[in-house]
């Protein structure tokens, strides 16, 4: 089955540095690629995705690119602020099942 | 718009008691629906997905269950809780042909 590994584990950065997160997938069907914040206590929120027809996305300060050939994406916020500390989920869709979830990154940003 | 409820928020069992979870969602139908479980600082733990009423797939074998008895609600049993069953349990929803997935509030179950 589909396997996501999610890199780094934990990321600590400071306000209005940029922080990159990235995800590699195993299954080449996968064609479906969202982003989730989760905040303490809460579930998990859908951030941003992206599709396997487009390399690039971006809404305000965070973006997603992916490469189909290497088989990883990545999430990308820049400026960040202290509000954007949360953990972080990748997940990828074959379109059989359901997403598989990477292990997840702790982002601290120092005010 | 839709929205997705989850009761309790919260609950706390004794080893050996019966468990039940609710999840609701409002504002769409025929809903893909899931039960996720989250141990303390880990990741997503899929348990059980229901593509329509009476239809549940079991990800993880154990001692809960599922069940779909209305189009919009999933919920979430155990006949016996253990120890090893606290976490964080998440719900989620899916629109079909569409892959956006959205999560409830979930509900903290701890086991004492």
């Known amino acids: 089955g589909e396997n996501v590994e999610q890199h780094p584990s934990t990321l600590s950065v400071q306000e209005g540095d940029s922080a990159v997160i990235k995800c590699t997938y195993s299954d080449s069907a996968s064609n479906y690629f969202p982003w989730y914040k989760q905040e303490l206590g809460k579930g998990p929120q859908l951030i941003i995705d992206?599709?396997?027809?487009?390399g690039e996305k971006k809404d305000q300060r965070i973006a997603v690119t992916l490469n189909k050939t290497a088989k990883h994406f990545s999430l990308h916020i820049t400026e960040t602020q202290p509000e954007d500390s949360a953990v972080y989920f990748c997940a990828s869709y074959t379109g059989r099942r359901a997403l598989t979830f990477g292990s997840g990154t702790r982002l601290q940003v120092q005010p | 718009s839709q929205t997705i409820h989850q009761w309790p928020a919260t609950l706390v069992q004794p080893v050996g008691s019966p468990l039940s979870l609710e999840c609701t969602v409002e504002?769409?139908?025929?809903?893909?629906l899931y039960w996720y479980r989250q141990a303390a600082g880990r990741g997503l733990q899929l348990l059980f997905y229901?593509?329509?009423?009476?239809?549940i797939s079991s990800e993880v074998p154990q001692n809960l269950s599922a069940s779909r008895p209305q189009d919009r609600q999933f919920i979430l049993s155990s006949k016996k809780l253990l120890l090893s069953d606290s976490g964080f349990y998440l719900c989620?929803?899916?629109?079909?042909?569409?892959?956006?997935?959205?999560f409830g509030p979930g509900t903290r179950l701890t086991v004492l």
């Open positions: 989620a929803w899916t629109r079909k042909q569409y892959n956006e997935q959205f």
């Open positions: 504002g769409t139908s025929n809903p893909n």
């Open positions: 229901s593509v329509g009423i009476g239809q």
């Open positions: 992206i599709r396997s027809n487009v």
